[in-house]
């Protein structure tokens, strides 16, 4: 694989293009963003690229350099995966006496550190140091999910590259060209994917037809209807955490397509001005309600608990009559 075959973030590409062909490559750089985008892949590539003998601003895949970095096995390139959920000190320094002698096989030496948010602050403050004096010749590529998990000093001493969520088309395009996905399936899971292939390739496996169609039934209940069943459903819905969240973000794509709905009815189709407004009214108030209970599963709340009080409190907002929503909105703030 080459850049050519990478999916989306043009303008990172392009920036790394440019300092190959220029001969102006920076000593470090950063690349952070979602989960799941493309941020390792291109690092390997970026590295391909480089150790690469043509020198046109990507990899030919037929020399040998390119030949070993297929298979990874390359001998001036370095990865640094977390151990036991931490990158440490000890690896670090294992790349330090690496960088005391010159690249084996060319003039340039990758070293990519994977999921760099996990160093921990020993191996932190060793990175440091060798980014404030690099051997010439290395080339940093460091892995994170966002730059504020990483020291300040340690951010500055890099180029910052970040890697944005894909485009649904794009997700869903991998998913059709490359894994042979039926086109609904591939639209269906790329809607939910949020920009990542690692989560779509998730999600294949999950019954999201009757997750849309649970939440539906959420969206579509009745003022009258007794709380009983949405605590039941709540009790289906908390098995697994990461689960739940994934459902919540289904419930939140169907309440997106209601607003979406609601914007196109013109205002003959859905009844009074008032009827429309407090749907519409309604919608929001449970999009950031939905939105509120995925942060607080974040940070660990009770899963049982946090669906209960989320769906508890979607059955008051229906069974509240003409009451103004606003005021409700207020109260739960």
């Known amino acids: 694989m080459s850049f050519r075959e990478i999916i989306g973030?043009?303008?990172?590409?392009?920036?790394?293009?440019?300092?190959?062909?220029?001969?102006?490559?920076?000593?470090?750089?950063?690349?952070?963003?979602?989960?799941?985008?493309?941020?390792?892949?291109?690092?390997?590539?970026?590295?391909?690229?480089?150790?690469?003998?043509?020198?046109?601003?990507?990899?030919?895949?037929?020399?040998?350099?390119?030949?070993?970095?297929?298979?990874?096995?390359?001998?001036?390139?370095?990865?640094?995966?977390?151990?036991?959920?931490?990158?440490?000190?000890?690896?670090?320094?294992?790349?330090?006496?690496?960088?005391?002698?010159r690249p084996l096989e060319g003039e340039a030496r990758m070293i990519i550190l994977d999921s760099a948010h996990n160093l921990n602050p020993q191996a932190s403050n060793a990175l440091l140091k060798i980014l404030e004096e690099p051997p010439r010749g290395n080339i940093f590529v460091l892995v994170a999910s966002s730059e504020s998990s990483l020291l300040p000093t340690i951010v500055s001493r890099c180029q910052r590259l970040y890697f944005g969520p894909l485009m649904d088309h794009e997700v869903m395009g991998f998913l059709v060209k490359r894994l042979g996905w039926e086109e609904e399936r591939a639209r269906e899971v790329a809607r939910q994917a949020r920009g990542s292939i690692s989560a779509a390739l998730e999600l294949g496996d999950k019954p999201l037809r009757a997750w849309k169609e649970e939440a539906r039934r959420i969206l579509e209940m009745g003022r009258d209807e007794k709380s009983s069943p949405l605590l039941n459903l709540a009790s289906a819905w908390s098995k697994e955490r990461k689960e739940t969240m994934e459902r919540l973000e289904c419930l939140r794509m169907e309440i997106r397509e209601a607003l979406v709905q609601e914007a196109r009815r013109r205002p003959t189709d859905s009844g009074p001005r008032e009827i429309r407004a407090r749907r519409v009214e309604e919608l929001l108030w449970m999009w950031r309600e939905s939105g509120k209970t995925i942060q607080a599963l974040e940070r660990n709340m009770n899963v049982q608990l946090a669906m209960e009080e989320l769906l508890i409190r979607f059955h008051e907002i229906k069974s509240s009559g003409k009451r103004s929503l606003y005021l409700t909105w207020i109260r739960r703030s």
Do not use: W
């Open 9 to 101: 973030h043009r303008r990172p590409l392009e920036i790394l293009r440019k300092a190959m062909l220029r001969g102006r490559l920076a000593h470090a750089y950063l690349f952070t963003g979602p989960d799941g985008v493309g941020k390792r892949t291109t690092a390997l590539k970026f590295a391909k690229a480089v150790l690469c003998g043509k020198g046109d601003g990507d990899s030919c895949g037929e020399c040998s350099s390119c030949l070993k970095m297929e298979s990874l096995n390359h001998p001036d390139l370095l990865v640094v995966e977390p151990r036991g959920g931490q990158i440490l000190v000890d690896q670090v320094r294992e790349v330090q006496d690496r960088l005391l002698f």
